[in-house]
């Protein structure tokens, strides 16, 4: 879900043989289960207690595009995170809550987060299942509780029929609405890029491909470590703080050590996912370019890796946002299950 400001609480009849053909963008044997892709490292969150299933995915979509989980019935998970900007808000640079609240954050795109440790641009939260409760209580983002939200679907008799044929009765709690969020944000898996068809064989690069690949490791995977093209550490990579002076990690620890520290971002997608940064502050990659190049916020937090900043010619510069596009996955933003209608 959002995330703006974190508080640590913060499918085929046989009707013709056309009829039968397989949606290339799901998996022919069972689009609704969890499986991790070649080469990837195990996930943190694999259903172990939440069996994932069809009807279980399709509630929590329910859910996710439901305005009504917010206090005014104005705001939904899907109002600040949207498919076809891989789950993120494009052109907004910070999320706009119930009654146009402004927050102080960059709504992050949503996709990958199996293999998540901790959740937020803070890392306020370190479970799947309980990531979803920041958002909706916040009172600049869904301003909502959990006992008017169930009070509210119990009105409804599809929700009723749903959560009786997802657990067996139609009791609805918040560890079940909880549960079937996570099950639809689980199986937001972006694979498909021309990058994973490049690591699987099954495309090729071009020469400025090949050369941008070799600046990307040169220079950025110490961070943005593949496959996922993050190691999700919270570093400060000199951002001169703004006006709102967010502290990051310090907001949830209160260590002077995590001063503006912040989440690493997955490198993935990033033609869908603009602006850039935890408060939105740059709308071009040149921008962020620039920003490594020359404009390093020196600091006692700021990570030793960016002393020195990162110093790129300009055909370095031109083959490493050719290879950035090789991450950008069009069949995860058109995928038909995640579609909200």
């Known amino acids: 879900m959002k995330g703006a400001i974190c508080w640590g609480v913060s499918i085929c009849f046989v009707l013709s043989i056309e009829s039968c053909k397989t949606d290339p963008n799901l998996n022919p044997e069972?689009?609704?289960?969890?499986?991790?892709?070649?080469?990837?490292?195990?996930?943190?969150?694999?259903?172990?207690?939440?069996?994932?299933?069809?009807?279980g995915f399709e509630l929590g979509?329910?859910?996710?595009?439901?305005?009504?989980?917010?206090?005014?019935?104005?705001?939904?998970?899907?109002?600040?995170?949207?498919?076809?900007?891989?789950?993120?808000?494009?052109?907004?640079?910070?999320?706009?809550?119930?009654?146009?609240?402004?927050?102080?954050?960059?709504?992050?795109?949503?996709?990958?987060?199996?293999?998540?440790?901790?959740?937020?641009?803070?890392?306020?939260?370190?479970?799947?299942?309980?990531?979803?409760?920041?958002?909706?209580?916040?009172?600049?983002?869904m301003d909502e509780n959990f006992t008017n939200i169930i009070a509210k679907l119990n009105l409804d008799t599809?929700?009723?029929?749903?959560?009786?044929?997802?657990?067996?009765?139609?009791?609805?709690?918040?560890?079940?609405?909880?549960?079937?969020?996570?099950?639809?944000?689980?199986?937001l898996i972006s694979h498909q890029s021309k990058y994973d068809k490049y690591k699987q064989g099954d495309a090729s690069f071009t020469a400025s491909?090949?050369?941008?690949?070799?600046?990307?490791?040169?220079?950025?995977?110490?961070?943005?470590?593949?496959?996922?093209?993050?190691?999700?550490?919270?570093r400060n990579n000199g951002l001169k703080p703004s006006a709102v002076n967010d502290s990051g990690r310090a907001h949830i620890t209160l260590n002077p050590a995590d001063l503006y520290k912040f989440k690493v971002p997955s490198l993935r997608n990033l033609k869908y996912t603009t602006p850039y940064m935890h408060d939105g502050r740059f709308s071009s990659l040149e921008q962020v370019l620039d920003h490594y190049a020359t404009g390093i916020h020196s600091s006692a937090t700021l990570d030793p890796l960016l002393m020195n900043g990162i110093q790129l010619s300009s055909q370095q510069r031109s083959d490493l946002l050719v290879f950035l596009q090789t991450l950008d996955d069009e069949a995860f933003i058109k995928d038909k299950r995640f579609q909200e209608k």
Request: hydrophobic share 30%.
């Open 209 to 234: 491909e090949i050369s941008g690949y070799t600046v990307f490791q040169n220079n950025c995977a110490s961070c943005h470590k593949e496959p996922l093209f993050s190691d999700f550490s919270l």
């Open 30 to 55: 069972d689009p609704y289960s969890f499986q991790i892709p070649n080469g990837w490292p195990k996930a943190r969150y694999n259903f172990e207690n939440n069996p994932v299933s069809q009807v």
């Open 61 to 141: 979509k329910k859910l996710f595009f439901d305005k009504r989980l917010s206090r005014d019935n104005t705001i939904s998970c899907g109002s600040c995170h949207q498919p076809f900007s891989a789950f993120a808000q494009i052109g907004h640079d910070i999320s706009h809550g119930v009654e146009d609240r402004l927050g102080t954050r960059n709504s992050p795109p949503l996709f990958n987060l199996n293999w998540h440790p901790s959740f937020f641009w803070d890392g306020g939260v370190n479970h799947l299942e309980v990531q979803p409760i920041n958002p909706i209580q916040n009172p600049l983002e």
């Open 158 to 187: 599809d929700y009723k029929s749903r959560f009786s044929t997802v657990y067996g009765n139609d009791s609805i709690t918040t560890p079940r609405i909880l549960k079937a969020l996570a099950q639809f944000m689980g199986l």
